[in-house]
């Protein structure tokens, strides 16, 4: 394997970074990495398929069975009949003002500090590029987390 190029390094630095952070704010919330990205998926999303949580979680069906578990019975999840399909199961977030209170702690000064970096080192132009490489990159590691995880790996 050949040495890594200097875009490499700060790539895998800045993965890490990003890794480690998620690790020390689930640990803050009782939580692992996994679980509170799910919930944050939840937010995002709103009431999603068991299937969708494989989907943007890169997990198998087996381990998103098992973590919805573990979600619905600390309370942080609900699973619930679709309001389309009642045969349907979905999976919510269920309302938990102590986590949104610590979810506000932690990111809402990371926002600030994001938002005030951004405005002070790059123009409007080139925040547009940076968010594009955001979703590409996005798009790369989702395409790598399937082929990884040994699903079929979307274009």
């Not at 689930?26 to 949580?53: H, W």
């Not at 619905?72 to 045969?87: I, K, N, T, W």
């Not at 080139?126 to 979703?135: G, K, L, M, P, V």
């Amino acid at each position: 394997m050949s040495e890594p190029t200097p875009g490499e390094l700060l790539g895998r630095e800045f993965i890490t970074a990003i890794v480690m952070f998620h690790e020390a704010v689930g640990r803050s919330m009782g939580l692992t990495a996994v679980e509170r990205k799910t919930l944050d998926v939840l937010r995002r999303l709103g009431p999603v398929s068991a299937s969708q949580l494989v989907e943007h979680t890169g997990l198998t069906s087996g381990a998103v069975t098992g973590l919805v578990d573990r979600l619905v019975r600390r309370g942080f999840a609900l699973r619930e009949p679709d309001s389309q399909d009642r045969r349907r199961i979905v999976v919510s977030l269920a309302s938990n003002p102590d986590l949104d209170r610590r979810t506000a702690e932690v990111f809402g000064p990371l926002g600030v500090d994001m938002a005030a970096m951004l405005d002070e080192r790059f123009t409007p132009e080139q925040q547009e590029t940076i968010a594009d490489f955001q979703r590409a990159t996005t798009d790369v590691l989702r395409r790598h987390t399937a082929r990884v995880s040994g699903r079929s790996v979307a274009d």
